[in-house]
């Protein structure tokens, strides 16, 4: 090829621009394939999520088995945005994808409530909750079909029951009343326009804490709960409970809603019933069964009709005074329990607490347990009215009567097992003291001696018995005493013959009292007295007559 600078130079060019497309071809298959290992791993999330959640890539969708339960469709059938809506959507299927492409240009900032069609033509609703993550979407679907039913009955139920709503607008303060929040506050329509200033005007007294309220709500977006006291425009006095929300936009409070309710019968019922809640409140506090109620001014007393039946009767058959209960506690147990009710009554205790007995139906006596405790007394302390409960404690009572009677015959077997052990004692000691006895009559010696030659004890009828001092004997080792050379070694070899082997041995020896006296011939026995011990009986062969 000729040498050609201008041909060189072109295709040196040529040569860098298709590096470069190179590069930016590489750099594209990176981005792509980057993508491709983000949409497999939302894919894997989706699939593995425990709640309804849809993959939204271009114009593919994927759904988990959660999201195939909510719609009545396999992912199959749902596999492309336009299934997705001409399925669920029948009829308004250009209209969603308008709404989901707005939602997507927005940024999905809040959760859609939509009616889907199932197979079969029942209608669902769920709420789409979409996330946005580059090219992809994920829907998290979530059916509220059953809330939603359980929000219109709720609105029905507050209709019936006459709850008023109202409403204002916290830019304008205009407010808005319905017909029943106009009846509760005794005004017609037609003859009152409602702002926030008249509102307040009808709590008199609770007005400045109904203000305070709705003014905290506005500040931080918290609701309020209150009962106030309202003073219709007709004169009407009722107690009302005023229930406040409010929606946001954003940071700012732009409305307030809620409702009032007419709460003057309930007000008026739990007065009424306060004093029998009293009542019942200590009954629920303690562990009786029967409830008591004595009113000391008049004189009165209210029984439930668990203090006949504990006592055998039918409710109608007992009377409930004081005097027909105080004839039934037992003679024996009078004075412990009027005892008792003076110190509660002089205050000296905080509850009155004593067991006695009762005369029943039968005329046997039961065992109960009688507690109260003085909830009025007057200016001096005495006591106005008290109330309390009575507990059958028959059974608590037979059991401890049980455990007395076995503890005294634990105590008798123990006295008697204690004599038995000190008769066996006395007798041991007599039979030690017999044997005793026995071996001090007997005339040989008799010496425990321990493997190490150590003499333990022995018997020796008379001390003449001892070829040495009985000084001598005690405590001292056959190595020490002072015998025969012959008579020591001979001793102690038999000691370890005899504890080796287990048998006895017998060993004679010649003795002199003193070295002019006459020989005297003397037998040791050896025998074995456990492991580390002998027993060495040890007698006089020596005529008598010499």
């Known amino acids: 090829m ?26 594209e298959l990176s981005h792509e394939a980057s993508a491709v290992a983000e949409g497999e791993r939302l894919h894997r999330l989706v699939e593995h999520l425990p709640a309804g959640a849809v993959h939204v890539f271009g114009t593919r969708v994927f759904m988990n088995r959660a999201a195939e339960t909510i719609t009545g469709y396999a992912r199959e059938h749902l596999a492309t945005l336009d299934a997705w809506t001409t399925t669920l959507f029948p009829g308004r299927a250009e209209a969603m994808r308008e709404l989901f492409a707005r939602e997507r240009t927005s940024g999905a900032r809040r959760p859609l409530t939509l009616s889907i069609t199932r197979p079969g033509g029942s209608e669902r609703l769920v709420e789409f909750t979409t996330y946005i993550e580059g090219e992809d979407e994920v829907w998290l679907l979530r059916d509220v079909t059953e809330s939603a039913r359980q929000a219109r009955l709720m609105a029905k139920a507050e209709q019936g029951a006459q709850i ?55 500040s931080d977006g918290s609701g309020f709960d209150l009962e106030l006291p309202l003073r219709a425009q007709d004169g009407r006095a009722r107690h009302v409970r005023v229930i406040g929300q409010v929606d946001r936009e954003g940071t700012r409070t732009v409305r ?55 006592l055998g009767f039918a ?25 008792e009710e003076q110190r509660h009554y002089r205050a000296e205790t905080s509850d009155y607490s004593v067991e006695y007995r009762l005369r ?13 405790r003085v909830l009025a007394r007057d200016a001096e302390g005495r006591p106005l009215r008290m109330v309390g409960t009575l507990s059958d404690i028959g059974v608590r009572k037979r059991q401890e009567q049980e455990l007395q009677r076995w503890t005294a015959e634990l105590e008798r077997r ?40 150590t003499l333990v004890d022995f018997k020796a009828a008379a001390p ?37 082997s287990g048998r006895p041995e017998v060993l004679r020896y010649e003795a002199k009292d003193a070295p002019a006296a006459s020989p005297r011939t003397v037998e040791a026995r050896f025998l074995p007295n456990g492991p580390e011990e002998v027993v060495a009986i040890v007698r006089d062969l020596t005529p008598a007559s010499h």
């Open 315 to 339: 409710p109608n058959e007992i009377g409930e005074d004081r005097d027909e209960w105080a004839a039934r506690v037992h003679p024996e147990d009078r004075a412990s329990v009027h005892a």
């Open 164 to 218: 008023g709503g109202w409403e204002l607008d916290w830019r304008s303060m205009a407010m808005y009343w319905t017909e029943e929040t106009y009846r509760l506050h005794g005004v017609k329509p037609e003859d009152l326009v409602p702002t926030f200033k008249i509102f307040l005007g009808f709590y008199g007294k609770g007005a400045h804490q109904l203000g305070e309220a709705i003014r905290t709500a506005v």
């Open 256 to 310: 307030l809603f809620g409702s009032v309710q007419d709460v003057t019968a309930r007000r008026q019922a739990e007065a009424a019933l306060r004093e029998s809640e009293e009542r019942w409140q200590f009954a629920l506090e303690g562990s009786g069964d029967a409830v008591w109620d004595e009113n000391h001014q008049t004189g009165r007393v209210f029984r439930s009709p668990r203090w006949a039946t504990l």
């Open 414 to 453: 123990v006295d008697q097992r204690t004599l038995e052990l000190q008769q066996a004692l006395d007798a041991l000691r007599d039979s030690l003291a017999r044997q005793d006895a026995l071996l001090r009559a007997l005339p040989d010696l008799m010496v425990r001696i321990r493997r190490d030659g």
């Open 360 to 372: 029943a139906k039968d005329g046997s006596y039961r065992w109960v347990l009688d507690r109260g």
């Open 2 to 27: 000729p040498n050609n600078p201008l041909r060189r130079a072109t295709l040196l060019t040529q040569l860098g621009a298709l590096q470069n497309n190179l590069s930016e071809l590489q750099r």
């Open 464 to 500: 003449e018995a001892l070829v040495q001092p009985q000084a001598a004997w005690r405590g001292a080792r056959l190595q020490d005493l002072d015998l025969p050379r012959a008579m020591r070694e001979g001793a102690l070899a038999a000691v370890d013959r005899v504890l080796a």
